[in-house]
């Protein structure tokens, strides 16, 4: 059984190839820092959580805000497809992005992301692959890019804006994937996860720079979330987009998703919300927003009859619940205008203040449905 939420009464980088094989080894969470950090105090006296091991993927903001990307899917809607828009600020410039896929992305291909953002992250593990020009030719219009550049550049689909941004690779097992987002390494897991890989690696992704202060940096670009080749002995070589390949190398403005509370919930609605609300709450800071707007924050724009949204609602609430039952969430109700308050555990991560990009308001107005 979930807990019951609090309510309120008042209305208140070495380049190397990319086929260059790493043996690989399993994930052990390690301590965030050695900085301590005081436990809160909640309203009932008691000492709340604090999250201290560092077992988080590093997670560009417009992977986690974009609503509609990542949802939950029903049999039969996958074959919908994904088209969705997001944007995200890099410096003065605004990128928009569009994602298309033929096949619906699911809350288990945002696991498996989050998972290679988590790898990618890793020193020991990350490849980092220099694009810069990569599609140049000499007199004789023979490539002069390294062979491995240009199939990295091949798999990810390059072209236009942000083709020579650099990209980091990881080598993985499907079972090792598995083990990551919480299934067993067994053999019916290990090909959801490569079903998984295959969605991504043929969700194309549209960027458009838009810098009204330097237009010479405007432009359209395409590349892939992440390119694939399988090699031998069960090995999977992968190469993240730039934008995800970014912030597992620099984690400013990066979201940090907790891979540990991830695992640890078990609806699929409660993991996207999770992911959301880990990229909007504040670890300090309680925040408001009205509950009639998360259903679009696990569905994606909410489209159909007033039952349908009304059910969607529902779901959110109980996805509410789940998360309250991790140990650090805050969660509190006012019952009158059904605003809820959120506050995040404590993280004592090197990085941890780095993690809160401001792309939505700490107060959400309240819209009736």
Same mark, same amino acid.
């Given at each position: 059984m979930h807990p019951k939420?609090?309510?309120? /009464?008042?209305?208140?980088?070495?380049? *190397? $190839?990319?086929?260059?094989?790493?043996? %690989?080894? $399993?994930?052990?969470? !390690?301590?965030?820092?050695?900085?301590?950090?005081? $436990?809160?105090?909640?309203?009932?006296?008691? +000492?709340?959580?604090? &999250?201290?091991?560092?077992?988080?993927? $590093?997670?560009?903001?417009?992977?986690?805000?974009?609503?509609?990307?990542?949802?939950?899917?029903?049999?039969?809607?996958?074959?919908?497809?994904?088209?969705?828009?997001?944007?995200? @600020?890099?410096?003065?410039? @605004?990128?928009?992005?569009?994602?298309?896929? =033929?096949? #619906?992305?699911?809350?288990?291909?945002?696991?498996? +992301?989050?998972?290679?953002?988590?790898?990618?992250?890793?020193?020991?593990?990350? &490849?980092?692959?220099?694009?810069?020009?990569?599609?140049?030719?000499?007199?004789?219009?023979?490539? &002069? =890019?390294?062979?491995?550049?240009?199939?990295?550049? !091949?798999?990810?689909?390059? =072209?236009?804006?942000?083709?020579?941004?650099?990209?980091? =690779?990881? *080598? #993985? *097992?499907?079972?090792?994937?598995? !083990?990551?987002?919480?299934?067993?390494? &067994?053999? %019916?897991?290990?090909?959801?996860? +490569? /079903?998984?890989?295959?969605?991504?690696?043929?969700?194309?992704?549209t960027r458009t720079v838009c810098n009204p202060t330097d237009p010479s940096t405007n432009g359209i670009g395409m590349t892939t979330v992440i390119g694939m080749v399988v090699q031998a002995k069960r090995k999977i070589a992968i190469a993240l987009n730039a934008e995800l390949s970014n912030r597992c190398t620099n984690h400013e403005g990066v979201v940090w998703i907790n891979m540990q509370e991830q695992r640890a919930l078990e609806s699929k609605p409660a993991k996207r919300l999770h992911a959301w609300l880990s990229a909007w709450a504040c670890q300090y800071d309680k925040k408001t927003i009205g509950m009639e707007l998360l259903p679009a924050h696990i569905y994606g724009p909410l489209e159909g009859t007033a039952s349908a949204i009304h059910s969607r609602l529902d779901t959110a609430r109980t996805a509410v619940r789940e998360i309250a039952a991790l140990p650090g969430w805050h969660f509190s109700v006012n019952i009158k205008s059904d605003q809820l308050k959120v506050r995040k555990p404590l993280f004592v991560g090197t990085d941890a203040e780095a993690a809160f990009t401001a792309l939505a308001s700490a107060t959400t107005e309240n819209k009736s449905l």
């Open positions: 939420i609090n309510s309120e /009464n008042t209305s208140t980088p070495t380049v *190397t $190839p990319i086929t260059q094989r790493k043996k %690989s080894k $399993p994930l052990k969470p !390690k301590p965030a820092c050695k900085r301590k950090v005081k $436990p809160r105090v909640d309203e009932h006296g008691k +000492l709340e959580a604090v &999250t201290a091991v560092m077992d988080h993927a $590093p997670v560009h903001g417009v992977y986690v805000f974009t609503n509609g990307l990542f949802r939950p899917i029903q049999n039969g809607s996958r074959q919908s497809g994904s088209h969705v828009d997001g944007k995200y @600020t890099s410096g003065t410039s @605004t990128v928009h992005c569009h994602w298309d896929s =033929a096949e #619906a992305l699911d809350i288990t291909d945002q696991s498996v +992301l989050f998972y290679l953002c988590q790898l990618g992250a890793i020193k020991k593990r990350q &490849t980092v692959v220099d694009m810069k020009d990569w599609d140049a030719v000499n007199a004789e219009n023979k490539p &002069t =890019a390294p062979k491995d550049n240009r199939r990295v550049a !091949k798999l990810l689909q390059l =072209a236009g804006a942000g083709r020579y941004l650099p990209l980091v =690779a990881i *080598t #993985a *097992t499907a079972a090792e994937i598995a !083990k990551g987002i919480g299934l067993s390494s &067994t053999g %019916s897991n290990s090909k959801t996860v +490569l /079903n998984s890989l295959e969605r991504l690696s043929k969700t194309k992704m």
